[in-house]
């Protein structure tokens, strides 16, 4: 199995729990959805982390708060472009605003962590 694929099960799962926690919020306890958006994602990037780290890209560096705050800047960068689009489109219905908040940040997350957060080639 390839690094990438490995990365798309981490990531199918993670948006799964990513889209629930967001629709749960906005929809059933009426949250502002960019507020929603930035819960959703907390919860999620932790799993991401996590499964990541070991599955994905098979990390053994034992500098694992290093790895957590870069993987913590990578999705500081990722949950700000994510959030501009929940409200930029704010007017289509909340399932395309986080459809387009999910394309626009899966590309800029993989090369991120792959050579950020958990490769050799370290830029923070």
Request: aromatic letters at 16%; proline letters at 3%; one cysteine or more.
């Amino acid at each position: 199995m390839t690094e990438f694929v490995r990365f798309a099960i981490v990531g199918v799962s993670n948006t799964a729990m990513t889209w629930a926690i967001f629709l749960t919020l906005a929809v059933w306890f009426r949250l502002d959805p960019v507020l929603a958006n930035v819960i959703a994602w907390t919860i999620s990037s932790s799993w991401s982390f996590y499964w990541n780290r070991r599955f994905t890209f098979r990390s053994d560096d034992p500098a694992v708060p290093s790895q957590a705050m870069r993987f913590v800047a990578v999705n500081i960068a990722a949950i700000g472009l994510s959030s501009l689009i929940v409200a930029v489109f704010r007017h289509h219905p909340l399932w395309i605003r986080q459809a387009f908040a999910t394309a626009a940040t899966l590309g800029w997350n993989y090369v991120m962590c792959r050579r950020v957060v958990f490769g050799q080639g370290q830029m923070l």
